[in-house]
């Protein structure tokens, strides 16, 4: 069956250096890979969308590889924050549709 | 511009009790969705609008859910009668989806607890 997985375990690090959370799928074949991120209380908010044939996007801190063989999405935070601590979410799309299956996310903590 | 809007924000009602959850898209989105977010599962898709009609309700998970989009501005879903195991956060999201794979903008969710 098709599964995302992404570490269920907080991701601590300490202030100024690169956050990198992993997701890993099975039985999948995405054309897209988004990446949202949600705070305690709100809804995810989308930051990041990566094709397939696209092996690397940045956005200001934040870069996002995309790796179809390997079925492995990383996503990084350069020079973190204590205000990038949040839960990160994966989702995927298959071609065609723009339906995205979503991750059950990583959560982040950046201590000061 | 005010993103997705949802109501009410929590909601505690007792197993039996019909519950009805609100919510108004983003003006301009042509496609409307309900997720359900628990600990357990995740974030599972109930079900999606496109144009105002159902495409997808794949996801229900019983015949106690159901939901309705009368205009572009408003959805429902209700569960009738409610039971303990539906408490969850329930998410509305609506996207320009028609257009180059839009991203999906979340409201703030309605936090449901059945007693």
């Known amino acids: 069956s098709q599964k995302i997985e992404q570490n269920s375990e907080a991701l601590n690090i300490q202030e100024g250096k690169t956050a990198t959370l992993t997701c890993n799928y099975t039985n999948y074949s995405p054309a897209y890979l988004q990446w949202y991120r949600q705070d305690p209380g709100r809804g995810p908010v989308f930051l990041l969308l990566i094709r397939e044939n696209e092996k690397e996007k940045r956005k200001e801190r934040l870069k996002v590889t995309f790796d179809t063989t390997l079925k492995q999405s990383l996503f990084h935070i350069t020079a973190s924050q204590p205000a990038d601590s949040a839960t990160y979410l994966c989702?995927?799309?298959?071609?065609?549709?723009?339906?995205?299956?979503f991750g059950r996310g990583t959560s982040l903590i950046v201590h000061p | 511009d005010a993103g997705v809007i949802q109501s009410p924000r929590h909601e505690v009602t007792e197993m039996g009790q019909e519950v009805t959850l609100r919510c108004k898209p983003i003006?301009?989105?042509?496609?409307l969705f309900w997720y359900r977010q628990t600990m357990m599962r995740g974030l599972e898709l109930l079900i999606y609008?496109?144009?105002?009609?159902?495409?997808?309700d794949s996801g229900m998970p019983e015949d106690r859910f159901s939901a309705k989009m009368p205009n572009a501005s408003f959805s429902t879903l209700k569960i009738q009668p409610s039971e303990p195991r539906d408490s969850a956060v329930y998410f509305c999201?609506?996207?320009?989806?028609?257009?180059?794979?839009?991203?999906?903008?979340f409201g703030d969710g309605t936090r449901l607890s059945i007693l």
């Open positions: 609008f496109n144009n105002n009609v159902p495409i997808d």
């Open positions: 989702a995927l799309i298959s071609g065609g549709s723009y339906i995205p299956t």
């Open positions: 999201a609506s996207s320009l989806a028609s257009q180059n794979l839009k991203p999906q903008h």
């Open positions: 003006s301009g989105h042509n496609s």
